[in-house]
C-alpha cells in the first residue's frame, strides 16, 4: 500500500479519512478474487468474529467457519463448556445448518421461543431420530401457546438427501416455492436443513475446516491465573488458533504469557494483543506471537479513548503493525472500528491479513443471547464491552465480593447496548454477503485478484469529513 503522491500524512487516520482510487484491473469479476488469508489459520474469508461473550458462541462459530471465517470463543468461558463447543462446532454438516429439533408434543410457545435463534426461522419436528413435520413462525400466527406443534406443523415438505448437490439442491427448493428442504440421511435419521439461499451459498463460499475436514475454531485465554494449563487444555480440545487476548499487550505479563504457550509448542497460530504500534507488535513477535491484533478504542462498546485518552486511529495503527508484522513474516489482525464494508476493504488493503468484527455481528440470529422487541416492534440483542461492568461481574463471578466490588469501581465499556436486527440481512450470512461483495468489488478496482495482491497495489488518499460524506449514499431525495 502507498498514499496517494507519496504523500504520507503527518496525523493518524481512521478509516472514514481514507479513501482507495481505482487502478487499471485485469479482473474482470469479483469472483475471481481470492479471499482466502495467509495467516495459517485456515480461513477461506478475511473474517474473524471477536472473543465477545454477547457474539461469539456456538451458532456463531457453526455458521461462520462454514462461510470461511473464524471465531474466537471467549476466554470467560469455562474450558469444560469451550471444550464441548469446540467438539460440537467441528461435527456440524458443511453444507447443512443445524435444524432447530422439537418433540411432537412440545409447545408453541417453546417453538416461539427457539425458532428465532437460527436464521432460516423454521423447526423441523422430530419423532424417533426422522423428520416429520416443519413449523415456521406463521404456523404459529394466533395459536393457543400450549398447544402442541404436532398439530400446527407442515407434514408436507421438500425432502432432500443428504448427499444432494447444492446446486441440484436450489432447483428443488426453487421449484417447490417453500422456505427451505429438510435433509435425511439414507437410513431417513434427520440430517439438516437447507434455505434457498444456503444452498446458493454453498456454490460461493469455501468452508474453513480442518485437516479432519471439520469446522474450524478459535478460542482465548487472559494473561492471569494458571494460563499454561488453560492453554494445554484448550489445545488438547482441538482449537485452531489461539488468541491470547488483553486490553493492553504490550505488558510484561502478556509477554511471560506468549512465552509459557510457546513452551507448550501449540502446533496452531497464536494470536496475541492488543497492541497500535511496530515497537508493540515486535515485543509480542519477539515472545513468539505468529499474529498480532491490533486496536485500542476503537471498537464500539470500548470506552477506553473516552476514559484515559489512551489509544490510536486505527488506520493507522493497522498500517504501522502491519509493515512490523510483515518485515519479519508475521500477520495482524485489525480488531475494531470496522462499520461498513469499506473499513474491511481499508484494513486489508493497509496490511492486515484479517478483520475482526464484533458489535456488528452482535444484532444477528446467530449471536448468543435472548432476540428482544422494544416498544416500536424493533427487534434487538442486548451487545456489551469485555472490559463493563457487566462483563466483569460475569468474570468474577467465583471470587469473594469484596474483590468483586473492588474491580466492579474499573470498568471500562458500555454494559447494556441495543444491537437493533437489520429487516433486511438479519442474519450473520447477510452480512459476511455484504462485506465480502464490497471487499472483492475493492479489488477489482485495485487490480488485485488476492489480498496480498491489494495490500501490493492499494493506492489510498487522505479525505476531509465533507469527502467521506459525499461517498454516502441518500435513502430520500435532497
Sequence with gaps: ????????????????DVFMVPRQSAVASRYDVDLASADGTGATLPLVVANMTAVAGKRMAETVARRGGLVVIPQDIPIPVVADVVGWVKSRHLVFDTPIELAPQ?????????????????????????????????????????????????PSFVRIDADTDPRDAFDRIDASRRPLAVAVHPDGRLAGVLTRLAALRATLYTPAVDASGGLRVAAAVGVNGDLAVKAKELLAAGVDCLVVDTAHGHQDRMIDALRAVRSLDPGVPVAAGNVVSAE???????????????????????????????????FSAVVECATAARARGRHVWADGGV????????????????VMIGSWFAGTHESPGDLLQDADGRLF??????????????????????????KGLYEEGISSSRMYLDPARPGVEDLIDEICAGVRSACTYAGAATLE???????????????????????TSW
Design 280 to 314: 508493540g507488535a515486535d515485543a509480542l513477535i519477539d515472545a513468539g506471537a505468529d499474529i498480532v491484533k491490533v486496536g485500542v478504542g476503537p471498537g464500539a462498546m470500548c470506552t477506553t479513548r473516552m476514559m484515559t485518552g489512551v489509544g490510536r486511529p486505527q
Design 106 to 154: 412440545q409447545t408453541v410457545a417453546e417453538a416461539l421461543s427457539l425458532i428465532p435463534k437460527r436464521s432460516h426461522r423454521a423447526a423441523v419436528v422430530v419423532e424417533d431420530g426422522r423428520p416429520v413435520g416443519v413449523v415456521a413462525e406463521a404456523d404459529c400466527a394466533d395459536v393457543d401457546r400450549f398447544a402442541q406443534v404436532r398439530d400446527v406443523m407442515n
Design 339 to 354: 462499520r461498513h464494508p469499506r473499513d474491511v476493504a481499508l484494513a486489508l488493503a493497509a496490511g492486515a491479513s484479517s
Design 453 to 475: 495482491e491489494l495490500h501490493e497495489r492499494a493506492v489510498v488518499g487522505v479525505q476531509s469529513a465533507a469527502g467521506f460524506h459525499e461517498g454516502r449514499p441518500l435513502s
Design 1 to 16: 500500500m502507498r498514499f496517494l503522491h507519496d504523500r504520507v500524512p503527518a496525523h493518524d487516520l481512521t478509516y472514514d
Design 381 to 406: 440483542k442486548q451487545s456489551f464491552g469485555m472490559a463493563s461492568a457487566r462483563a466483569v461481574a460475569n468474570r468474577t463471578a467465583t471470587e469473594s465480593a469484596y474483590d468483586r466490588a473492588r
